[in-house]
């Protein structure tokens, strides 16, 4: 590096920061200010690895939206900075290494949240000094750029558009994969909203349809929303995914997909009529033939199933067909719906849970039931560990998902005398087990999955940027 002592620059100088692929960006030089700002955008927050990292939009060149530079850094502090209105704001500040002319060094710089159309950019005395003096008279004095060479440096930023607009419909933001889905989108630049399934509400009116939320913001600017619907809420969750699609709004899972999966029965009819193998099953209304339903699955020990319930809560292992009989005749009385099911004894507890992104299993995990337990759900005290599946298995789950229409599902398989059958298919598959066991990145690759399919790309250069900068 070369030693910066005794330069002379204008009162306007022109800029870059290769580390964050900002090539010029011009300065008004003030020495009047102590701190050095940036004007950024869509300005996020996001933890990387334990750290503290922002990721924001730079429009570098003054007077047009036209060029946009998405950019991450990692967060090095935070500033109270007093406007010249007097209204002070806290601003994320970074690091990165300035260049003038020939000339460079590291910096602090803020992150002014404004939408100037003016100068993007204030080089203030903290980054100056002992380095550089300041001949306000003059500009450009280590060199001005002409439209067109400006035109040159950002040729292969043109057709960068910003992020997309995603909406997690969901109830609880402290949820281990809400909070994964949020970070993965900001990462990768995009504008990420929680939304509260019960806090959202709709306008159903033909010529201006509407979903706003708390307060009254409007909704229908979303590109994309990614369902994490509660079972509990499937009904009214489902509803506004119908209204969110009709808007034109691009739903991560479909209502009609997350509707036949969440009906156990309805997706065990689609599964046999598609040809997946599935334990045999039963069902009824009256309890009259209970004990021939319980022949027709091959009798005790047999698994009894509420139709709503989830994780593993309402599946109960029935060991002899007098102890069967009295569980569906009791949970018929309560007006219950089941399902009766053969019970899988050689599975021994173990299952597998094989997460499907857009027709791939992109991972798998096997689940195993603690000990005296024949559940292997993790809620219910299971353990999961990373597992080789087999290539009928892999396209088991995806035919499975592929028959519901989700795009984004967990196929949970069990391992019979006959082969792999299907459990369950599950529209919200948790994270945490499978991201956890497995270290990959599955919110990150819900997300590359949403891009592809809206044809949304982020420029390679940006991307190559991203990589200098981490
Ligand atoms: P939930 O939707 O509540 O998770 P599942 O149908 O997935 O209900 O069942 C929960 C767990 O019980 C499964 O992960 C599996 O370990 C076990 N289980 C379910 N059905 C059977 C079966 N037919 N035979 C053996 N074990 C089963």
Not at 89 to 112: C, F
Not at 120 to 145: C, I, K, Q, T, W
Request: aromatic fraction near 6%.
């Amino acid at each position: 590096m070369e030693v910066v002592e005794h330069v002379i620059i204008g009162g306007e100088e022109w800029c870059a920061f290769p580390g964050l692929h900002i090539p010029a960006i011009k300065a008004r030089v003030d020495s009047g200010a102590k701190t050095s700002t940036i004007h950024a955008s869509n300005i996020h927050k996001f933890n990387k690895k334990g750290e503290k990292w922002v990721s924001f939009e730079v429009y570098p060149i003054q007077e047009t939206r036209r060029i946009i530079i998405r950019c991450k850094a990692k967060i090095i502090d935070y500033r109270n900075i007093k406007s010249s209105s007097g209204i002070s704001e806290k601003r994320y500040v970074i690091q990165s290494t300035l260049k003038i002319g020939n000339y460079q060094w590291s910096i602090e710089l803020t992150l002014a949240n404004r939408d100037s159309m003016g100068f993007r950019m204030l080089l203030g005395r903290e980054a100056m000094e002992n380095r550089v003096f300041v001949d306000p008279a003059n500009s450009f004095l280590l060199g001005d750029y002409s439209a067109e060479k400006i035109s040159e440096l950002y040729q292969h930023v043109k057709d960068i558009r910003s992020g997309l607009r995603i909406g997690v419909l969901a109830s609880n933001p402290d949820l281990y994969s809400n909070k994964r889905i949020i970070e993965a989108g900001e990462e990768r630049g995009h504008e990420m909203i929680f939304l509260n399934v019960q806090q959202c509400y709709m306008k159903l009116d033909a010529p201006n349809p509407e979903v706003r939320y708390r307060g009254g913001r409007s909704l229908n600017n979303l590109d994309v929303v990614i369902p994490r619907l509660r079972p509990n809420l499937t009904f009214y969750g489902c509803a506004l995914m119908r209204q969110f699609d009709s808007l034109g709004i691009f739903c991560a899972n479909s209502w009609e997909a997350i509707s036949r999966s969440r009906d156990k029965l309805f997706a065990s009819q689609l599964f046999s009529q598609n040809g997946i193998q599935i334990p045999i099953t039963g069902f009824a209304k009256s309890t009259l033939d209970t004990s021939d339903l319980i022949n027709m699955v091959n009798g005790a020990p047999l698994i009894i199933k509420l139709l709503e319930g989830t994780q593993g809560k309402g599946v109960v292992l029935a060991e002899n067909a007098k102890a069967a009989e009295s569980v569906i005749n009791a949970f018929k009385s309560l007006n219950a719906n089941i399902l009766v099911q053969e019970f899988i004894k050689e599975a021994a507890g173990k299952d597998i849970r094989c997460f499907v992104i857009d027709g791939k299993v992109v991972a798998s995990i096997q689940r195993e039931a603690a000990k005296g337990e024949f559940r292997s759900n993790l809620h219910q005290g299971g353990t999961a560990t990373v597992i080789k599946i087999t290539t009928e298995e892999k396209k088991l789950a995806v035919k499975a998902a592929k028959v519901l229409g989700l795009q984004i599902a967990g196929v949970d398989i069990i391992r019979s005398n006959k082969g792999p059958l299907v459990l369950e298919v599950n529209s919200s598959p948790g994270l945490e087990g499978i991201e956890l066991a497995t270290g990959k990145d599955i919110a990150g690759m819900m997300i590359a999955a949403i891009e592809k399919q809206l044809g949304w790309q982020q420029n390679l250069e940006i991307k190559a940027s991203v990589l200098e900068t981490e």
